[in-house]
């Protein structure tokens, strides 16, 4: 038994998608959940900004004495070099694409995920490596992260949004549809509702946190005998942030607090 927490970080609100399927496969952990609302989102920006506010968010996560970190953000994965920290790391875009693979019949894939994501071709990278004959579709959805984190994720605005962005995959006979941004699950339902039943919609957290109790278990540092608590800190706004946390989470939250991560 181990029972310092698990790390999980995204660039906002988005994370708690995953921090959620975390809940519910290893609820005896105890939690750190970091949004960076300061400086979402991540999608627009320059590889060497994520680096810093990874590296950055990493060493706040090592103050806390975490045993391992979930990183919950697709763009931050597409971008840093993992090997380069001396913490275990999990990894939201690996579980998905690897999710991906063994959910599609027809070896036709899409991502849909943040400008940097997609550039970065590592869903497709990652796919291809595992089954070089899937064919991969990807497609950028700027407007989707600014929406969500405004708590709009099940607005008519939102529902136009994903409308024009889903629109060219209607085309392209794709069985599986990878969310490949952890704030897109919030607008899950809108997404189904316009891919229709012949579309799975993949949620990459399923995999990811039945890959980190399979590491707690195996290294035999899994917690277990308690209800396992969660911190929340922000870099920015709390007040929104709270908001949308109780609502995604189904629990009140008592505190959010705010942390000057460019400190770290």
């Known amino acids: 038994m181990d029972s310092r927490p698990i790390g999980v970080f995204d660039s906002g609100v988005g994370g708690l998608t995953v921090l959620k399927r975390l809940i519910q496969v290893l609820p005896?952990?105890?939690?750190?959940?970091?949004?960076?609302?300061?400086?979402?989102?991540?999608?627009?920006?320059?590889?060497?900004e994520i680096e810093l506010f990874a590296g950055q968010i990493i060493n706040f996560m090592k103050e806390k004495n975490v045993k391992a970190v979930v990183i919950a953000?697709?763009?931050?994965c597409a971008t840093i070099d993992k090997g380069k920290y001396d913490i275990?790391?999990?990894?939201?875009?690996?579980?998905?694409?690897?999710?991906?693979?063994?959910?599609?019949?027809?070896?036709?894939?899409?991502?849909?995920?943040?400008?940097?994501?997609?550039?970065s071709r590592?869903?497709?990278?990652?796919?291809?490596?595992?089954?070089?004959?899937?064919?991969?579709?990807?497609?950028?959805?700027?407007?989707?992260?600014?929406?969500?984190?405004?708590?709009?994720?099940?607005s008519p605005l939102a529902y136009?949004?994903?409308k024009d962005c889903l629109e060219e995959f209607k085309g392209k006979?794709?069985?599986?549809?990878?969310?490949?941004?952890?704030?897109?699950?919030l607008m899950e339902p809108i997404i189904k509702a316009i891919m229709g039943d012949g579309v799975k919609v993949v949620d990459p957290a399923v995999r990811l946190s039945h890959e980190v109790k399979e590491y707690l278990e195996r290294s035999r540092i899994l917690n277990f005998g308690k209800k396992g608590k969660i911190e929340f800190f922000v870099s920015g706004d709390a007040e929104?942030?709270?908001?949308t946390a109780e609502m995604v989470l189904g629990k009140k939250i008592d505190e959010v607090f705010i942390v000057d991560i460019e400190r770290y």
């Open 173 to 185: 006979e794709i069985d599986t549809l990878i969310l490949g941004c952890t704030h897109y699950p």
């Open 73 to 76: 953000c697709n763009t931050t």
């Open 28 to 48: 005896e952990e105890d939690y750190i959940y970091f949004g960076d609302t300061k400086r979402v989102p991540y999608g627009d920006r320059s590889k060497e």
């Open 240 to 243: 929104n942030f709270k908001k």
């Open 88 to 119: 275990e790391l999990f990894d939201v875009l690996k579980a998905g694409a690897e999710s991906g693979v063994y959910c599609t019949k027809n070896k036709k894939v899409g991502v849909i995920a943040t400008k940097r994501t997609v550039e």
């Open 160 to 162: 136009k949004a994903a």
């Open 122 to 154: 590592s869903y497709e990278i990652n796919i291809k490596s595992i089954n070089p004959q899937i064919e991969v579709y990807q497609k950028a959805c700027p407007e989707f992260v600014p929406l969500i984190e405004k708590g709009l994720y099940n």
